[in-house]
């Protein structure tokens, strides 16, 4: 089974602090994407990245930036943390040509005060 | 703009038959995927369409009408844990680097 992990569950930051999110999967997919979902706007893609050290902007890139070093690792950086960015960050990997099925990991549920 | 229209919510009784409709208004097509997400946990893959027709998984089947730009998911024989928000996402084109564009989600719940 395809297994994608993210760093934290929970987090709470404060405005203007550097945060880290990390995703990390294990079935070796080229694809890796970032997402943040909030009560009914769905999901909104951040970043994507389609093979290591290469990055496309999603739909809502402003704020967030993102990192790729190693093939199973995918980092997206808020340089400075903002309260409008309070929501549930969604991880997903998936094999090259397959973007359609995407596999998500827990989640990581940012709050920003 | 790009656009995906679903219901927000649906109500059904158990064993009954359901359809969540999506219409979808993209720059780019490639093909049509449907997400089950449980309540605090992560959206799981159903179904995709990159073909006109009907796919069936088990009691879930996907629908897609590209010259209508129209898609439906079918969830028969309905039980309880079927109660989840459901969305439909397009596949945008290579030069989109094939990436999903998600509905809002339409939020199901299966009564007894």
């Known amino acids: 089974d395809v297994k994608v992990t993210q760093s934290s569950r929970y987090l709470v930051k404060r405005t203007g602090e550097k945060v880290f999110l990390e995703c990390v999967q294990d079935m070796d997919h080229e694809n890796m994407f970032w997402y943040r979902q909030d009560p009914g706007l769905g999901l909104r893609l951040i970043y994507f990245s389609y093979d290591v050290k290469m990055k496309e902007k999603g739909d809502i890139p402003e704020g967030y930036s993102v990192s790729r070093e190693k093939k199973e690792r995918f980092s997206l950086i808020l340089e400075s943390a903002s309260t409008n960015q309070t929501s549930m960050y969604l991880c997903?990997?998936?094999?090259?040509?397959?973007?359609?099925?995407?596999?998500f990991g827990p989640g990581t549920r940012l709050t920003v005060t | 703009g790009q656009s995906l229209e679903q219901p927000s919510e649906v109500t059904a009784v158990e064993g009954a038959i359901v359809q969540i409709n999506c219409t979808y208004q993209t720059s780019g097509f490639y093909g049509l995927s449907w997400y089950q997400q449980h309540d605090g946990g992560a959206p799981t893959f159903l179904s995709y369409n990159g073909l006109d027709g009907l796919e069936e998984t088990g009691r879930f089947s996907s629908f897609l009408s590209r010259s209508d730009s129209y898609g439906y998911l079918l969830l028969q024989e309905l039980q309880m844990k079927d109660s989840a928000s459901y969305f439909c996402a397009v596949r945008g084109t290579r030069n989109q680097g094939g990436k999903l564009i998600f509905g809002q989600g339409t939020e199901l719940s299966v009564k007894p």
């Open positions: 997903a990997s998936s094999p090259r040509g397959q973007s359609y099925e995407q596999y």
